[in-house]
């Protein structure tokens, strides 16, 4: 990873892009692909400071993600979270998500 990017999967790899997630789509990506991690950072990226790398694309069940094609910076980032998924509040975390 450069300094200063945010890590991709070996998924974001293969795809060409970063997989990004809406908020109310974030529990479901946690469960789906991050479920063995017992801590995570959750960074949140405003729509207008990501510009014309994001692409908005249906996935299987037509449901609308978030696609970076670039390498995203973390500065673009206005807010980090850390999640730890055996703290029984972490939900709180996440469905407080603006």
Known sequence: M???HVGVSPLDQADGFVHLSQARQVQGTID?????NQQLHLF???VGALGA?????????GELFPH??????????????????????HMSTIGSLP
């Open 2 to 4: 450069a300094a200063g």
């Open 32 to 36: 789906r692909f991050f479920s063995k």
């Open 44 to 46: 949140r990226f405003p």
């Open 53 to 61: 790398d994001l692409k908005w694309e249906g996935d299987a069940k």
């Open 68 to 89: 970076f094609y670039n390498h995203l910076l973390v500065t673009l980032s206005d807010q980090e979270y850390l999640i730890h998924r055996s703290d029984p509040d």
